[in-house]
């Protein structure tokens, strides 16, 4: 597969990968290489990837904790200390390699160590392959509210090898397909149709299915980087499908939800808000929402917890002048932004999931 330039940066795919890890390594005066990983990725990825890696550079490895739960400033800190202690300075390069949690945290790290080092995204998971490899997006949780404090700027490169995803439980590898599903939604009715069914889906797939994913993200992306207009359109599904992942987080008597688990929940109510506002054909909803929970399952959301989590909404990134900004879709491929809706039909599109 050909390599994908975007504005800022270059995504390679499997074999290109390594030989333009160590060109540019070469290329660049780098004085140190620090690599960022979690405990997975440090017993699962790391020697793969150190077995490519050809530099006499000094190589330092930094793990965090995984999970959603440790995506925060104090992780940041730990990070920036050891940096500090381990005598990283300008010129050096962070390399992070793991899924969303560690490239965002790892990117907002490096763009705010010393005021900016290189970094490179080494996504591991199918998530972060198709959703945060591009558009250079960093950034943390402030608490249980996800992605309040961040930046957007880009790594000099993001390699993605799906070798990577013969690591994977199949639940990630779920949660991951949600936003390649969201891509077919919001930009091209051919892509989604390519999902027909889940079930049937190979890794062979796969890796057309991620590269074509990752062009709808990059085009999107360049006619829009600091999500002014047609970008808020990747947060289709994402207004309720955040707010339900943040008040899983938060509540002890449930269990946290993948991302990608909170976003199919999230697509589903927009898709039954969008056929009440925006003339979304209501047989495409059902079919959504059946082919959702065929292949996701339902989550259990107990009506008396509604409120709470349509009270989350007012922290969602879109919002402005004190209004919550729904993404909703007219048809497959044509998204609306900046909608407003009405809890009213929120709590509707809640019943419609739960029926």
Aim: hydrophobic share 40%.
């Amino acid at each position: 597969m050909d390599s994908i330039t975007t504005n800022e940066c270059i995504i390679h795919f499997n074999n290109a990968c390594y030989k333009s890890l160590n060109k540019h390594i070469e290329n660049n005066n780098f004085s140190k290489i620090f690599i960022l990983v979690d405990e997975n990725t440090h017993e699962f990825c790391l020697p793969y990837f150190l077995e490519r890696l050809e530099t006499n550079i000094v190589i330092e490895i930094i793990e965090i904790e995984s999970g959603e739960i440790n995506k925060t400033i104090d992780t940041c800190v730990g990070v920036w200390n050891t940096l500090s202690d381990l005598d990283a300075d300008r010129k050096s390069l962070l390399i992070n390699i793991g899924g969303g949690v560690i490239t965002d945290l790892g990117g907002f790290v490096a763009c705010t160590f010393k005021r900016g080092i290189a970094y490179i995204n080494i996504p591991t998971t199918l998530l972060s392959m198709v959703d945060a490899s591009v558009g250079g997006k960093t950034g943390v949780d402030l608490g249980h509210l996800k992605n309040q404090i961040g930046v957007i700027d880009n790594p000099d490169l993001v390699l993605i090898d799906t070798k990577y995803l013969n690591t994977l439980p199949q639940n990630q590898m779920r949660s991951g397909l949600a936003e390649m599903l969201k891509h077919g939604l919001i930009s091209d009715e051919n892509y989604w149709n390519k999902f027909e069914d889940l079930s049937k889906l190979t890794l062979d797939d796969l890796d057309i299915l991620i590269y074509e994913s990752v062009l709808i993200k990059k085009n999107v992306v360049e006619n829009d980087p600091f999500e002014d207009n047609q970008r808020k359109t990747l947060n289709f599904g994402h207004t309720l499908g955040h707010a339900i992942e943040s008040y899983f987080l938060s509540n002890p008597n449930k269990a946290a939800l993948l991302h990608g688990e909170a976003i199919i929940v999230g697509m589903i109510l927009a898709c039954y808000i969008s056929t009440e506002l925006a003339g979304f054909p209501k047989q495409t909803t059902l079919d959504i929402k059946n082919l959702f929970i065929n292949y996701y399952g339902k989550v259990k959301i107990e009506e008396n917890e509604y409120p709470a989590i349509i009270e989350l909404l007012k922290y969602d990134k879109k919002n402005n002048h004190g209004n919550i900004n729904f993404v909703l879709l007219e048809s497959i491929g044509n998204p609306k932004i900046d909608c407003l809706v009405d809890d009213k039909i929120i709590v509707d599109a809640f019943h419609f999931y739960d029926n």
